[in-house]
């Protein structure tokens, strides 16, 4: 058995016992070890042979003997009784959005339901309105969520897939003498939120040795397709990666061409033709049969008379005209970044304390980090209350006497309550230094409610960003109904600015809304939601969101200087409070 398939198990396991109605732990457990088995890097069985399976987290002697008697037999005795009381199908309903534990037990119970095909029917026909407690609202939420789950992918998140991808490249490299350049490409390359695979690039003039050392990385459970060129690998997670090899003297031409988008590429080459130039992956053609190869990347966009244009805005989205009349945005760099004004401590739901955050936002070199954690009604966060706020600021006040060259600001992740009333009054809002408005609770509400609810924000002068502006989650929650073009247009009339939370499975604001945002001249903050110091780095995947996006750096509140951010504030609250 596959990594990919004792997760799966143990997952579907947790989902069972879920359903059941089991001790919460036991389910949380479960789900933990699926999560670390999926993220391994190496194949389980290399633990078990050595004796070693409790070493990875989140694993423990009961769930350790599970994966050994899988191992072994192929089987699993206990998933198989379990499946007695929650049959397989049964679980599978929880892949719709908004049907939780209860309402499959209900699905189940009531009507017989075991798939998603039927869940659909009965909803389509009008069945499900009749349940006890669900109703025509619930109904019509299920058909959407079905409808949902039906466009979803098996597309990976970007902050899954860049530090494999970055592995990769790192073990390939320690395994063969032979390569000249290496190169992720591909959508990973334009840092788009999903991914579907990875590719990587590679100039060698020893192609067969550097597939055959990338064929027996430990990452790597089977080769899928073997070419003179190219090779396909699954790893053990189930991500595939084609590595691509080609002779250096045609590596800008196939790092272009291999980049894509495919759209990008072929605006490319209706401009090629114009010029007279026909262009492959390998190289331009003249009409009289002459080539023109590039070593370099840059040189496929000079022959073209184009500047190099940044892999994030290669999406056919204006950016060859753009280049064309030399107005290419300069986009925004991670060194132009001063700060970070969203993160967590264990004053909420954080795992760290205020100073291992702040030192670790000082290790980035950066200027300011602004502690907003969680606001009193937000109670299965650990939700603070004004006075506990108080006790938190003596906390930062003191720290503060540490740095000459750092400072941390205390702010707050304001919950946007359901009736859309703000989570504190106005006075605790004034004593803070930065705030951060989100909606955490009825996401699901419909537009004109939910979007009352951010407008409302919005219009308080102590509230500096909105957070997460969308609410969703990438493979597992679509959006909120909230309406992102008022939200922008009133960001833009009241001077606040939005969030790219940089968390992977958010990336909200996405690029659309950042290039619409900015256009109206309102400003992006790109946070990293930190809940720990590790937390802090997954910035740079707001950053190329933003970057895809077009921002500038002049668009992003964070690569402020501390006292411009101050000055920012205050007399944003001056103008507000007058109008
Ligand atoms: P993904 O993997 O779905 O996230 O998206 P990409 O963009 O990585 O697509 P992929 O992996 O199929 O191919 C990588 C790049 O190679 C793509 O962005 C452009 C180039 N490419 C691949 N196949 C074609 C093709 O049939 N036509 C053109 N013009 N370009 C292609
Ligand atoms: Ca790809
Ligand atoms: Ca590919
Ligand atoms: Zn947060």
């Known amino acids: 058995m596959t990594n990919r398939e004792i997760a799966d198990i143990l997952k579907r396991i947790g989902d069972m016992l879920d359903i059941l109605g089991e001790n919460r732990f036991k389910v949380i457990a479960y789900r933990r070890a699926a999560e670390n088995i999926m993220n391994l890097g190496r194949d389980i069985r290399e633990y078990w042979v050595s004796g070693n399976l409790e070493e990875i987290p989140g694993i423990g002697a009961a769930i350790a003997e599970k994966i050994e008697e899988m191992l072994t ?18 679980v599978s309903l929880l892949e719709i959005p908004d049907v939780g534990p209860k309402t499959a037990k209900l699905l189940w119970e009531e009507l017989g339901l075991q798939s998603v095909a039927e869940v659909e029917a009965a909803a389509r026909s009008g069945v499900l309105r009749s349940l006890p407690g669900l109703g025509a609202k619930s109904e019509a ?18 902050g899954t897939a860049w530090p494999v991808a970055q592995d990769l490249l790192q073990a390939l490299l320690a395994e063969s003498s032979e390569i000249v350049e290496v190169a992720v490409a591909g959508s990973l390359r334009r840092m788009r939120s999903t991914i579907g695979d990875i590719d990587l690039l590679v100039a060698s003039e020893a192609p067969a ?84 190869t590039c070593a370099q990347e ?57 100073a291992d955050m702040a030192e670790a936002a000082r290790a980035l070199g950066y200027q300011y980090l602004v502690i907003s ?36 600001l205390q702010g707050c992740e304001l919950e946007i309550k359901a009736d859309g009333d703000l989570d504190f009054e106005d006075d605790v809002l004034a004593r803070l230094d930065f705030v951060v408005a989100s909606v955490h609770t009825s996401l699901r509400q419909d537009p004109e409610q939910i979007t009352r609810r951010v407008l409302n924000a919005l219009h308080n002068p ?43 499975a958010r990336l909200d604001l996405d690029d659309i809304h950042v290039r619409r945002a900015t256009g109206l001249g309102v400003k992006i903050a790109i946070n990293s939601d930190a809940h720990h110091p590790g937390g802090l780095e997954n910035l740079s995947y707001g950053l190329a969101t933003a970057r895809r996006g077009w921002a500038e750096a002049t668009d992003v509140l964070n690569t402020f200087t501390l006292d411009e951010l101050r000055a920012w504030r205050q007399t944003r609250i001056a103008r507000q409070s007058n109008a």
Do not use: C
Not at 142 to 153: C, D, K, M, T
Not at 375 to 403: C, K, M, Y
């Open 209 to 292: 040795a550097v597939m055959r050392a990338f064929a027996g990385l430990a990452r790597v459970s089977e080769v899928m397709l073997s070419g003179s060129t190219k090779t396909s690998v699954r790893l053990h997670n189930g991500l595939q990666v084609d590595l691509r090899v080609l002779d250096p003297g045609h590596w800008g031409t196939a790092l272009q061409y291999f980049t894509g988008s495919q759209a990008h590429n072929v605006r490319l080459r209706e401009l090629a033709q114009k010029q007279g130039l026909s262009l492959s992956e390998y190289a331009f053609k003249r009409d009289d049969g002459s080539e023109v």
């Open 462 to 504: 102590y509230v500096d960003v909105i957070g997460h502006p969308s609410g969703r989650l990438l493979g597992q929650r679509e959006e909120s109904a909230v309406d992102l073009g008022t939200v922008i247009q009133a960001a833009a009339e009241t001077g606040t600015a939005l969030e790219v939370n940089s968390i992977p």
């Open 141 to 158: 939420k299920i058909l959407a969520g079905i409808e949902a789950v039906h466009r979803r992918s098996d597309r990976i998140s970007l």
């Open 73 to 90: 037999t192929g089987r699993l005795e206990f998933y198989e009784r379990l499946q007695d009381d929650v049959p397989v199908g049964v």
């Open 373 to 408: 954690d969680h606001t009193q009604s937000l109670g299965v966060a650990q939700g603070l209350t004004p006075d506990r706020l108080a006790e938190q600021r003596a906390d930062i006040d003191a720290l503060n006497a540490r740095w000459d060259d750092f400072t941390l």
């Open 298 to 354: 840059a040189e496929v966009y000079q022959t073209l008379g184009l500047p190099w244009i940044p892999p994030e805005l290669r999406e056919d989205r204006g950016e060859i005209q753009a280049a064309l009349s030399g107005e290419l945005p300069r986009l925004v760099e991670s060194q132009a970044i001063r700060g970070d004004l969203h993160a967590h401590t264990d004053w909420s739901d954080g795992a760290a304390t205020l």
